[in-house]
């Protein structure tokens, strides 16, 4: 259904304003009013987008009316609105109690002039107001205007929870006042390179709805007349729900297979050519267009895998900016010329652009060039999704533009009188996305400023109980042109797997009728993995069934990081039979869950039972020790009286299952009391490795116990962590050496907030990180690292 706002004109044909995408059956023509006469109308599916239609009815039969519908020549203002999380900021995140958004609404005007603009809104339900934020904006976020909360003073003010701003600041040229609104003309201030004015009315607010809500940000109106004395208009933007949601961040466990189940699994797919054509995923509001000196230009996207221009062709991004070659490399002179992000060895540098000259095959990524209207860029229907299970939605992008920037005089960034928006900033409008599912708000990137690299962005979703597909979009929320200009790969909808750890652990070994115990722990950052079944295999993992041994709901505990809790498989007395069998514990957030092997979860690890006789050998291992030098393994063993020749085997293993022999050292058999033997490894120590003693004797056997070892510098360990932290980060480390260590603190999106380097001392050593701003609520790797070694360990940000 369409809504006329109003008519413009008492003749035909009437001049309409669209408020919203519509869908209807109608003859649509290109040109008003001209083709009205011209043209046939020719019966057609159409999608308006917002603008300003022409359009007249036409009477076909007694009480039968056709609506014929066209655009107007020059339709030259636009409207958007957006909103800004001002407390989570360049990190980006949800939106959660407490924090600072400041509301942006958008007017553009490219042509002509356009009087009586004004705006006004409500403050949003949930939020309250911060005072003295009412002001406009240029379309980089710089503050243009500033006014008071008072009425009466200044063009802007707050009464009640209503907010009016009166825009249009020409002197002389209809300005504004704060008795009446104002003219705009496409070439007023703030100006976009001369031709285009661009003004963002703004105010902050703080969110008080509590977490699980929704807030609206949508609503409120523009007006304006498109003739001096015509009839008022009035732009009301559309509804926006918003969710009150906790920052969870990226997955910190592992992650599972990707679900998003379109466009080559979110990797945009590859091949030799270099512009790939179309997405079906991109919807209406943006047109395909291959790379050109100018374009794609605002409202239009690509896909391909090398950036540089059709005209110039190049796959060096080493090109001047902006690049004065004729025809030039770069489109616009200045974007970077770059391939795709997926399977790049460095993730953030990405893959340079495909040499389709050579015919290479290169990946495709997609290129949106975005400006003021607030629209979808990508859109995806995924099913096929776990009820009660929490995913990762993510993606890599890239800002692709470090010279975009137009100042509020209408300089550009290559002017050198241009006005940065911040010191050695010229890229402009950063670029920030939201991510929207089933049509609700729920994470915002934050401003994507320019760096040459591209960077993670992504939060974690959690399905409701019976949830099993949502509708995924990726919105632009930065309403300006002069830059947001972005490149976007590697989507995932992924789950948020657990950590699983079973014990005995490496392979147990059994003695023939003795009891065999067996269980493991669940670790997960969430804590609704709480059923669970154990499987036994006994053809070696090729098939597995249920042990009919489950249970569920279990009650995790928090042990400072993270959730876990412990299960156990009913002891038994192992026989020969059961040598070779093999345990794996499955889990799931519900028992429907744990039934569907698509959503529930296992780990890679199992336990393997290894059943031995144990016939009796009247010699018997007294000690087993062992000694890391820098070089070499020292292994000392000792036994009792030998009363037939036996030979000890060596055996080695680097994961603590799989043992091979490296050497065989023969008996005394000397009716000595004890006995005592050496050997010694000159391998050098790969991470971790394992050793035991094999005892032979004419074809009977027994094993000493298993010593570990670690590489030297894999001394290091952490000790006592104040974890979660709300300021300073305290932590201990367990040093075995007097060293030099590096530490870090990355981000859930592979970001080095901090780093330092620490001397240690032998034995433990505490240690303070300085509270900081930047690190806002949320997960944090604390990684430490002495030579080639590292520990990790997550660290939690408390909000409270």
């Not at 969870?248 to 998003?260: H, P, T």
């Not at 995790?556 to 009913?570: A, L, R």
């Amino acid at each position: 259904m369409m809504r006329i706002l109003h008519i413009l004109s008492p003749h035909f044909p009437w001049v309409i304003h669209a408020t919203q995408s519509l869908n209807f059956s109608l003859p649509f023509l290109s040109n008003c009013p001209e083709s009205f006469e011209k043209m046939k109308p020719v019966s057609m599916k159409k999608t308006l987008r917002f603008g300003t239609y022409c359009c007249r009815l036409l009477l076909i039969l007694p009480g039968i009316f056709l609506l014929q519908v066209s655009p107007v020549k020059g339709q030259n203002i636009d409207f958007g609105k957006s909103y800004i999380n001002i407390t989570k900021g360049l990190n980006g995140g949800t939106i959660e109690t407490g924090d600072t958004l400041e509301i942006r609404a958008s007017i553009v005007v490219r042509s002509g002039r356009y009087d009586s603009c004004g705006y006004i809104d409500a403050i949003p339900a949930g939020t309250v107001y911060i005072p003295g934020t009412i002001r406009v904006l240029t379309n980089e976020g710089k503050i243009y205007k500033q006014f008071t909360d008072a009425a009466g003073d200044d063009e802007g003010w707050i009464s009640g929870s209503n907010v009016t701003i009166h825009l249009g600041y020409r002197p002389g040229d209809g300005e504004a006042s704060a008795f009446r609104r104002g003219r705009i003309r496409n070439t007023h201030y703030p100006s976009f390179f001369g031709g285009t004015c661009i003004m963002v009315a703004s105010f902050q607010v703080v969110v008080t709805a509590a977490i699980g809500t929704n807030i609206s940000t949508g609503g409120g109106s523009m007006t304006y007349r498109l003739t001096p004395g015509g009839s008022l208009s009035s732009f009301t933007f559309p509804s926006n729900t918003v969710a009150i949601y906790t920052n969870y961040g990226v997955c910190s466990n592992a992650v599972g297979v990707n679900a998003i189940g379109t466009e080559f699994n979110g990797t945009f797919g590859s091949g030799p050519t270099r512009n790939r054509g179309t997405s079906a995923n991109v919807p209406p509001g943006y047109t395909y267009a291959l790379f050109t000196n100018s374009g794609p230009n605002d409202y239009y996207y690509g896909v391909a895998n090398n950036t540089s221009t059709i005209n110039n062709y190049t796959t060096s991004n080493s090109w001047l900016k902006p690049d004065g070659s004729f025809p030039t490399h770069r489109v616009f002179s200045v974007w970077d010329i770059i391939g795709d992000h997926t399977g790049a060895a460095d993730p953030y540098a990405g893959n340079s652009a495909t040499d389709t000259v050579a015919n290479n095959n290169g990946g495709y990524m997609l290129i949106v060039n975005a400006a003021y209207r607030i629209d979808s860029a990508f859109q995806q229907t995924i099913s096929g999704l776990c009820p009660n299970t929490y995913y990762e939605i993510s993606c890599w992008i890239r800002n692709i533009c470090s010279k975009c920037g137009c100042d509020s005089t209408g300089k550009g960034a290559s002017s050198a009188s241009y006005i940065p928006t911040a010191p050695g900033d010229s890229s402009g409008v950063s670029p920030n996305i939201t991510f929207e599912v089933n049509g609700v708000d729920y994470y915002t990137t934050g401003n994507i400023l320019y760096t040459g690299k591209w960077v993670k962005k992504g939060f974690t979703y959690l399905t409701g109980p019976a949830q099993t597909s949502i509708t995924l979009k990726f919105f632009n929320n930065a309403p300006g042109g002069g830059g947001n200009d972005w490149s976007l790969d590697d989507i995932t909808v992924a789950s948020c797997s657990p950590e699983l750890q079973l014990n005995p652990s490496p392979n147990p070994f059994i003695c023939e009728n003795n009891l065999v115990e067996i269980g493991a722990t669940v670790y997960s950052y969430f804590n609704n993995y709480t059923y669970y079944k154990w499987q036994e295999s006994t053809d070696n993992g090729g098939s597995w069934f249920d042990t009919g041994v489950n249970g569920g709901p279990e009650v995790p505990v928090w042990n400072g990081s993270e959730w876990e809790y412990s299960v156990s498989y009913p002891s038994f007395i192992g026989t020969s039979l059961d040598s070779g069998k093999k345990y794996r514990l499955v889990i799931a957030t519900t028992a429907s869950n744990l039934a569907d092997a698509n959503c529930s979860f296992t780990d890679a690890t199992v336990i393997t039972l290894t059943v031995d006789s144990c016939l009796i050998l009247p010699t018997d291992f007294i000690g087993f020790t062992g000694h890391a030098g820098n070089t070499a393994i020292d292994l000392t063993w000792t036994t009792n009286q030998e009363f037939a020749p036996l030979q000890y085997i060596v055996e080695k293993s680097t994961d603590g299952v799989h043992f091979l022999p490296i050497a065989t050292v023969n008996s005394y058999h000397n009716n000595q009391p004890t006995n005592q033997y050496y050997y010694t490894d000159n391998s050098p120590i790969a991470n971790t490795v394992y050793y035991r003693i094999k005892l032979s004797d004419h074809g009977n056997y027994k094993y000493s116990k298993t010593l570990q070892f670690l590489e030297k510098s894999q001394g290091l360990s952490f000790g006592s962590t104040a974890n979660p932290f709300k300021g300073a980060l305290q932590f201990e480390i367990n040093s075995a050496q007097n060293t030099t260590a590096g530490i870090w603190v990355i981000d859930q999106l592979g970001r080095t907030m901090s780093q330092y380097t620490v001397t240690l001392n032998s034995g433990r050593n505490p240690l303070v990180i300085p509270a900081s701003e930047k690190y806002s609520a949320g997960i944090y790797t604390l990684k430490v690292v002495v030579n080639d070694f590292s520990i990790t360990r997550k660290m939690v940000k408390a909000s409270y």
